[in-house]
């Protein structure tokens, strides 16, 4: 999977698209995240693909709430579509994968190619919204499998954006949620994960360092104003647990907040617990027991 090759054109990945966040009960999923302070909206059906999804939108970045709607359509995937159930048969819900927009998905199946990198695609999917409009898009998945990995999606929309943003507005969220800043992600080996994102996705590398309370060596990207982290675990603590339960992929999401005390007011007007984040008064961890074991950070809007 991390073959060392010559590298084929250049990469066009432009900016970050969306998190995915795997969860049982479609509906349930939706009104915890309201609890939670989030404006979220009736996603739609994936045709042919046997989920549905809930859309908690910015502006072009976003998080989806997917879920299985008919798991006999969702088998057909193959082991694409046996990993979401396999993980929705262990946990009520978590932080699954995530989304990479690109400007020529042709061209980097072309580089994954030559640089060793095994991917599926690209190929089309489809988005039936409840108003009756159909978004579609395509997808070039890396290792075939986008659910815990340790490695984004890439997706390539046919949907122009300002078409996408007027049938699906960025909600104004009562926590004050203004944007993805950044995500993390847990890998067995930093230094193949490493290649992976600079040589083979043709990201830039920021700065490698320690995350003690995380008990992990970590090596940050950055895309645009985007962060990702990726955290080998160096002992005990949060990095190893995750590693230990779930496999390689996505930790925590990072979101900017316009007002943290906004957020908290949300969280104590619906019974919910505060938890800050390592006693940092700009950082607040919502709680995961009702985002359904995903592991969301809001931080403050610089």
Same mark, same amino acid.
């Given at each position: ?72 359509? =969702? @088998? #057909? !995937?193959?082991?694409?579509? /046996? ?8 946990? %009520?819900?978590?932080?699954? *994968? ?115 309370? =995380? @008990? #992990? !060596?970590?090596?940050?990207? /950055? ?8 955290? %080998?675990?160096?002992?005990? *603590? ?65």
């Amino acid at each position: 999977m991390y073959e060392n090759s010559e590298a084929g054109g250049m990469p066009m990945i432009v900016r970050f698209d969306h998190a995915v966040i795997a969860v049982r009960d479609l509906t349930a999923a939706i009104q915890r995240y309201q609890a939670l302070g989030f404006v979220v909206s009736p996603g739609g059906r994936h045709t042919g693909r046997g989920t549905h999804n809930a859309i908690i939108r910015f502006g072009l970045d976003y998080i989806e709430l997917l879920s299985i709607y008919n798991k006999a359509e =969702l @088998g #057909a !995937r193959g082991l694409n579509g /046996q990993a979401l159930a396999n993980f929705l048969e262990r946990h %009520e819900g978590g932080l699954v *994968g995530y989304a990479l927009a690109t400007a020529d998905i042709e061209q980097d199946a072309e580089r994954l190619h030559h640089t060793g990198l095994e991917a599926e695609g690209p190929f089309v999917m489809q988005r039936l919204r409840p108003d009756g409009r159909q978004l579609s898009w395509r997808l070039l998945v890396p290792g075939n499998v986008p659910w815990r990995r340790p490695w984004p999606f890439l997706i390539q929309w046919d949907t122009p954006d300002a078409e996408r943003l007027s049938w699906e507005e960025p909600g104004v969220h009562p926590n004050g949620a203004a944007g993805v800043a950044g995500i993390a992600l847990v890998v067995r080996d930093l230094e193949r994960a490493i290649d992976l994102y600079q040589r083979q996705l043709g990201l830039t590398l920021n700065y490698q360092d320690e995350v003690s309370h =995380l @008990g #992990a !060596r970590r090596a940050s990207f /950055q895309l645009g104003t985007l962060a990702i982290d990726l955290l %080998e675990p160096t002992g005990i *603590g949060l990095a190893q647990r995750v590693l230990n339960e779930v496999g390689e992929g996505p930790l925590e999401l990072i979101l900017t907040s316009r007002d943290l005390g906004q957020a908290r007011n949300v969280l104590l007007q619906n019974d919910l617990s505060i938890e800050p984040v390592q006693d940092d008064s700009a950082l607040l961890l919502l709680p995961d027991h009702q985002a359904l074991g995903a592991r969301i950070i809001l931080q403050t809007q610089v």
